[in-house]
């Protein structure tokens, strides 16, 4: 607890008003402990919410409560309503018995996550066993969401495992974290180093974060469903993905737009962050599901105003061990035929009006890793929470909502989760690439597909052909299994702009060892 009262306090708030109680005895410790925190109190936790509300409306800054267990959470809500309807920031900061002893009958245990819920602008909650960088990263979460865009109240509950006391924390230890917030809508001038790197997520200003990356002589690296993949900026890295082993540190990471795919990018920037990591976005949510953020940039990518030395030999090693990568790959035969080698088709095919979908699992990586077109409308994909459902339904809603044609690559099983939805295809231009590798490839990738139990447990084979469900619903149908095949099959049903099932079939297996030897070849 101590690291979290510690990063509100970092984070400008400086009164805490708490009501007695047992199971928040480690917060109460925290509190009193701090040499910055005011403490308020009183036993009526129905008054302490109105108390600590007075003084948040008085200073516009949140007012931080405790209280323990039970009713005495439920007790906030009438604060909480009237924090909620007057945009008043309040931090609920409620202890709660840890989740083995809900639906026991044990003592004051009651279901509190989520007791607030049509009155806040967030919930969580606070794990005992999370890591100090992401506690703070987790207060300073509160804080901001407490204020931005629409300040009001946010509610952390708190599972406290016994013994409450003596507490368990060191007093005073862990370092606070420095989130700068920069809140304007026009940001003043901001001078960064000249080493660093842009990463690019969905954004409707693409235009704008290439230009940026441009002024500042830094490379770009582009996620698949940024539109940047078919601009031809001269700062995009393509490879970013497969060169990483080579690359050199940056000093500072700009980060424009949502959530991007590689998990490999992720992993780099964690081993070694940069000392500068700021999120540029407009909207209020937080990006930084690695908590190594150094600053949340709540703005339109245009409105900023970032600068720098440029240094013209770093962006031209970038692009050395880009093209080198480039060189690598394309150098490659196409047998086996692989998920891999149909990405290679595809990216020669003329997509001009075509928005692209890619299905969660493999599609979107390597979409990501390989696909890169001439032109096309724009990528898309189910991004928020990667499901395997609905796909098809959205690839309709697609179609309709562009008015233009969409051509998607998915899964067998996405498409087995959602093949009621097929019947919504008929009379849409949408070109359905079924990626049949005959179960959930992607499991192959993963150290689970040496278990014994692999095949019943995650592999799920099928042996299902789409052949039959395409002839149900009425639409035209192919069949590909070599790159031939699958370039000819994607051609016709390109120029034909009507709905048409691709059934692509491939080995996951194959898949799966190809990509491995793929990658230690380009690698060494
Ligand atoms: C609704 C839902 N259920 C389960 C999952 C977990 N999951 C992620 S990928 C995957 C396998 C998908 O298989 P497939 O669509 O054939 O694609 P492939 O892995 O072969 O590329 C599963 C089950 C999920 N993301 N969404």
Redesign the pocket.
Known sequence: MWAFIDQLVQQGVEDFFIAPGSRSTPIALAISGHPKARTHLHFDERGLGFFGLGCALAKGKPAAIIVTSGTAVGNLLPAVMEAHHSSIPLLLITADRPSELRETSANQTTDQCKIFQNFVRLQFELGASMPQQSIRSKAAHAVYRSLHPHPGPVHINCPLREPLYPVAFDFMQGTPIAIETILTAICAPKELPSKGIILLGRTSETEEALSIAKRLGWPVFADILSSARISDSVCQIRHFDWLLNEAPRPDCILHFGERLTSKRLMEWIGAKPPTQYLHVSPHSHWCDPSHLLTGRIHATIGSTNFYSEIDPTWLALWKTLDKKIDEKLSDRNDHPFT?TVAMKVLKEMPFDNWAIFL?????IREGDWFLFPKKAKGFFANRGL????GNLATIAGLSIGLNAPVFAI??????L?DLNSLALLKTLPIVLLI?N?D?????SHLPIASDPNFETLWGFSHGRSFEHAARLFDISYSFADDAATLTKAVSKALSEGQSHIIEMVTC?KINAVSHQKLREEVLC
Do not use: K
């Open positions: 998920e299905a969660n699992s493999m599609p990667s499901g395997i459902d998915v899964g067998d099983l996405t498409a989760h990626s590798n179960g959930g490839g992607i499991f996951r």
